[in-house]
């Protein structure tokens, strides 16, 4: 390993840890202690906040509340980075200005031949999104919800929250635990246990107007959601056979909650057990049409009434 790699990849190492010491150092990166300790000394060089502990193993720590010095990145390195940028374009994604004055200060570090590289990346890559008749690597317009940002700042602090949303014609605030906050069907989407009506509920972010964190004093403890969690999910109300037609679907788009269990080895079969609240105009519809875009290549061993008719109706499945 050359000694810059190996620098660099020190200093990822120590970013990740509050303290560490030299032995640690030579076991992670297989270096005699003479060499840790230079190369400890080298990046002390370069800015990073390190101070040293006395202790037979030669403590360190990372000094709170310091701006880290810049890691140095390859070549392919700085490649890979901008195709990442390339590939996430039209995807609303938060921190949009953020990206954006990443993307200047980058470029204005490269050297002319780094960049006419990246040019040429630009030029003969296509991504979902890109848009053929302007790929320009500093093009991310692409705004994500208002809320978007907002949303994930408080959820670092806390993930009890107050949510206002709007709802049909009406405006309701009700409290949730925030399970996961993830982007299906370019939309993104909160995953949450609803306190008020103790149950997991899944929130478009566009249907949110507030969101604040939600008072101590109410809240139910993280071990009791999930314990409820735990038991509505055994509670399976829609439980399918798939064959290889239907898993080939599958594959192509499946909701975020949906998991397969596969029932042979060359995973041509395969079992879904899900919960569907069926009280849930939007869920059930959503499923439902899930379902049809599975195909025939499917049995339904249970099933809720509402989804079945309709299934049976529109393709002529049978309930096994």
């Known amino acids: 390993m050359k000694k810059v790699e190996r620098i660099n990849l020190i200093m990822r190492y120590i970013n990740n840890r509050a303290q560490f010491t030299i032995s640690e150092i030579m076991r992670e990166f297989n270096i005699s202690r003479s060499t840790a300790i230079r190369d400890i000394r080298e990046i002390e060089a370069m800015g990073m906040p390190l101070v040293a502990e006395v202790g037979r193993d030669g403590g360190y720590f990372v000094m709170n509340n310091s701006v880290l010095p810049t890691i140095r990145f390859t070549d392919n390195e700085i490649k890979a980075l901008f195709i990442a940028f390339m590939a996430t374009r039209n995807q609303q994604l938060p921190y949009l200005k953020s990206r954006h004055s990443l993307t200047e200060k980058l470029l204005a570090l490269l050297s002319e031949n780094l960049q006419e590289d990246l040019v040429v990346l630009n030029q003969i890559l296509q991504f979902e999104g890109t848009n053929p008749h302007n790929p320009d690597l500093l093009d991310l317009s692409d705004l994500p919800h208002p809320m978007l940002e907002q949303l994930i700042q408080i959820l670092l602090l806390d993930s009890y929250l107050l949510v206002t949303v709007k709802e049909g014609r009406g405006i309701r605030s009700y409290p949730i635990y925030l399970l996961h906050l993830y982007r299906e069907k370019s939309v993104w989407h909160i995953e949450a246990f609803n306190m008020e009506e103790e149950q997991r509920q899944t929130i478009p972010v566009d249907q949110l107007l507030d969101v604040i964190t939600y008072p101590v004093k109410k809240r139910e403890s993280k071990k009791k959601i999930l314990q409820r969690l735990n038991k509505q999910e055994e509670a399976f109300n829609l439980v399918l056979e798939l064959g290889p037609k239907a898993i080939?679907?599958?594959?192509?788009?499946?909701?975020?909650?949906?998991?397969?269990?596969?029932?042979?080895?060359?995973?041509?079969?395969?079992?879904?057990?899900?919960?569907?609240?069926?009280?849930?105009?939007?869920?059930?519809?959503?499923?439902?049409?899930w379902l049809l875009f599975?195909?025939?290549?499917?049995?339904?061993?249970?099933?809720?009434?509402?989804?079945?008719?309709?299934?049976?109706?529109?393709?002529?499945?049978?309930?096994?």
């Open 248 to 289: 080939a679907q599958y594959k192509k788009y499946h909701p975020f909650k949906v998991s397969l269990s596969y029932t042979n080895p060359y995973q041509t079969t395969a079992l879904l057990k899900m919960f569907v609240n069926i009280n849930r105009g939007e869920e059930l519809t959503e499923i439902t049409n």
């Open 294 to 320: 599975l195909g025939t290549d499917i049995k339904l061993r249970e099933v809720p009434c509402a989804i079945s008719n309709e299934i049976k109706e529109r393709l002529g499945l049978y309930h096994a």
